[in-house]
Each structure stands twice: as C-alpha cells, then as structure tokens.
C-alpha cells in the first residue's frame, strides 16, 4: 500500500503563489511511479493539472501552462505543485496521485484564490 499526504494549500489573494507539496509513504518506489496533481472544483469534475514521470518530464493542462510547475524529489518521496499568478478559478481541492500499477489519491487540500 501507498500513502500520499497533500499540504500547502490555503487561501490566497488573485495574482499569489502557493506551493504545494505530496509526500508519499509505504510500498512506495519512486522511479517506478508517475506523480500529479489533480483538482476538482465544487460541481466539477476532477481534471488534471500536471504530471512527471521518474525522469522528470512534465505535462501540464493547458489552463496552467506557464504558470504551474510541477517537481519531484525521488530521494524525498516527494512531489511539489509551484502554483503562482493564481487565478479565482484555479481555486478547487487538489489531490496528489501516483500511478503505477495500481494508482492512489492523497486526501486533498483545499486552494481557495479570492480577494
């Protein structure tokens, strides 16, 4: 088994920054797994953010390009979220996955971006 525990998120005024962070625990292999993010906004259905596999290649919904990044720290079992010019709609629950064979979900962590 793998757990993922999200922290970071909060609340954040349009134009900020939050930086969120996924540690993962257990059976828990860091080259073998591809780490995202994932959000889900009230009504919506969960979308995803961005992903890195291993190696350290990246993919990113469109809706982030050039404002998110996504990171990891294979030694720490860790994948980080940098989130800046954050926008009122980027405000939803962000939710750390890892995929491998089988795929898991943090508990999320609430971004709320508002004035």
């Known amino acids: 088994q793998v757990q993922l525990v999200e922290s970071g998120g909060g609340l954040v005024q349009p134009g900020g920054s939050l930086r969120l962070s996924c540690s993962a625990s257990g059976n828990f292999a860091s080259r073998l797994y591809v780490m995202g993010w994932y959000r889900q906004a009230p009504g919506k259905q969960r979308e995803l953010v961005a992903k890195i596999t291993s190696a350290g290649s990246a993919n990113y919904a469109d809706s982030v390009k050039g404002r998110f990044t996504i990171s990891r720290d294979n030694a720490k079992r860790t994948v980080y979220l940098q989130m800046n010019s954050l926008k009122p709609e980027d405000t939803a629950v962000y939710y750390c996955?890892?995929?491998?064979?089988?795929?898991?979900w943090g508990q999320g962590t609430q971004v709320t971006v508002s004035s």
């Open positions: 996955n890892a995929e491998w064979i089988n795929g898991y």
